[in-house]
C-alpha cells in the first residue's frame, strides 16, 4: 500500500455545510440527434467495442441512450460512500474558422442533455462542454454558468484546439470571473480518436492559470499507452507551482496509467492537489502492487464501479480531505455571481 493519507487543512463545504465527496469525472454517451452522437466509426473501435460489452449495451438509438443513464443513475444510487458525480457533456470538433467539423466529430454530448439529465437526477451535477473555436462559444458559455454548469470539460487532443491558443483567453476571463474550474484532459488519450497529441501537454494550461482559472488536469498527465509520452513530471511542477491547479484520479485505476500514484502521492504539496474522479464507465482495476491480491480479489467483487474506486482509492490511503476537495473547487450554487464580465464590458476579444 502507498501510506496513510497526509494531513491537509479542511476543506470548504457546500451550501448545507456539509461536506460532500463528489466525483468530477463521469460520461454518458448521446445516439439520438437530439443529444448529440456516437459514430459508427468509434462504436468499432476496440476500446468502444469493450465498453459495449462491458456494459451490456446494444445498437446505438434512443434505447441504449436510455439504458445507459439508467445504468448511471442506478449506480449512483447503489454507491452511497457517493453523494453526487458530475456528468460531462462534450462538444463537438470546430475548425479553425468557427464551424462545425462533422467529418471528425465522434462523440458530441450536448449541454442541453447533461443538463436535462442532471435537473432529473439529485445526484447528477451539470458538467458543460463549450469548443473554443465555435463562433458562439462565449455566449454558449455564459448560457452554461446561467443554468448552473459546475464546470468546464475539454479534451483538447480529440477536439482538435490549442489551449494556449488565444482564442481560447476570453472563456477563461469568464470562467475566473463564475468561478468555473476547467477540467481539461492531459496525456494521452486511445478510447477515442486523437487529432493533435502534441495538446496533450500540461504547460499549454499555464495562460488559464495565469488568469485566475482554477484548472482541473484531468489524469495527470499520464500515458493511455505503451511507447507514449508521460507528462506526469510537468504536472507535478505545476501542481507545486500554482496555487490553482490541481489533477484527477479519473482512469488511474488502470494498468497503464497506474504507474503514476507513486510519483503523485508522495510530495506532499501534490498530494494535497489530487481531486477524486472515477472516469466512469472505464473499470476502476486494482492493482496488486497498491492493495494487495487480496485486495484485488475483494474489489472485483464489487460490480459498482464507482463505489468500486472509491474503495480502491481509500485502501491505498486516499482520506477525507482528497474526496471532499471536489466539493471545494466546483462552481456549486451559492458560489455563482450572477453578473456577466460580458455584458460589463470586462471580456476582452482576442484575435485568431
Same mark, same amino acid.
Given at each position: ?20 465527496? &463528489? ?117 454558449e458559455l ?73 484548472? &482541473? #488536469?484531468?489524469?495527470c498527465g ?37 504507474? #503514476?500514484?507513486?510519483? &503523485? ?19 476502476? &482495476? ?30 491505498m490511503g ?35
Amino acid at each position: 500500500m502507498l501510506g496513510v493519507p497526509t494531513p491537509a487543512p479542511p476543506s470548504r463545504t457546500t451550501t448545507a455545510g456539509v461536506k460532500m465527496i &463528489i466525483d468530477c469525472h463521469v460520461h454518458v454517451n448521446a445516439f439520438t440527434p437530439e443529444h448529440g452522437r456516437t459514430s459508427r466509426a468509434l462504436l468499432g473501435r476496440p476500446s468502444f467495442r469493450f465498453l459495449r460489452w462491458y456494459l451490456g449495451m446494444h445498437g446505438m438509438g434512443f434505447e441504449t441512450e436510455r439504458a445507459l443513464s439508467r445504468a448511471l443513475a442506478m449506480q449512483l444510487e447503489d454507491a452511497t460512500e457517493l453523494d453526487a458525480a458530475v456528468i460531462l457533456a462534450f462538444d463537438a470538433v470546430y475548425g479553425n474558422d468557427g464551424r462545425l467539423d462533422d467529418a471528425r466529430t465522434h462523440l458530441h454530448v450536448t449541454n442541453e442533455y447533461v443538463r436535462e439529465l442532471a435537473d432529473r437526477h439529485p445526484k447528477m451535477l451539470f458538467g458543460a462542454s463549450v469548443h473554443p473555436y465555435r463562433r458562439d462559444a462565449l455566449a454558449e458559455l455564459e448560457r452554461c454558468a446561467r443554468n448552473g454548469a459546475v464546470l468546464l470539460k475539454w479534451l483538447p487532443i480529440t477536439q482538435g484546439f490549442d489551449p494556449s491558443d488565444r482564442r481560447c483567453f476570453p472563456l477563461y476571463e469568464v470562467l475566473a470571473h463564475y468561478g468555473i474550474p476547467l477540467l481539461s484532459h492531459t496525456g494521452g488519450e486511445k478510447t477515442l480518436p486523437n487529432i493533435d497529441t502534441r495538446v496533450a501537454d500540461p504547460a499549454l494550461l499555464k495562460p488559464a492559470l495565469d488568469r485566475g482559472v482554477t484548472v &482541473i #488536469a484531468a489524469h495527470c498527465g499520464t500515458r493511455s499507452a505503451i511507447g507514449e509520452k508521460s507528462y506526469v513530471d510537468t504536472f507535478v511542477r505545476m501542481a507545486r507551482d500554482y496555487e490553482n491547479f490541481y489533477g484527477d484520479t479519473s482512469a488511474l485505476n488502470l494498468p497503464l496509467r497506474c504507474y #503514476a500514484y507513486p510519483y &503523485i502521492m508522495e510530495d506532499d504539496r501534490v498530494r494535497a492537489k489530487l481531486v477524486h474522479g472515477s472516469d466512469w464507465p472505464l473499470p476502476a &482495476i486494482p492493482m496488486p502492487q497498491f492493495v494487495g491480491f487480496g485486495g484485488c480479489a475483494r474489489f472485483m467483487l464489487d460490480r459498482n464501479v464507482l463505489r468500486r474506486d472509491i474503495r480502491i482509492k481509500r485502501a491505498m490511503g486516499f482520506g477525507d480531505d482528497y474526496f471532499h476537495r471536489s466539493a471545494s473547487l466546483l462552481r456549486m450554487p451559492s458560489r455563482a455571481p450572477m453578473r456577466s464580465p460580458l455584458r460589463a464590458g470586462g471580456a476582452r476579444h482576442y484575435a485568431a
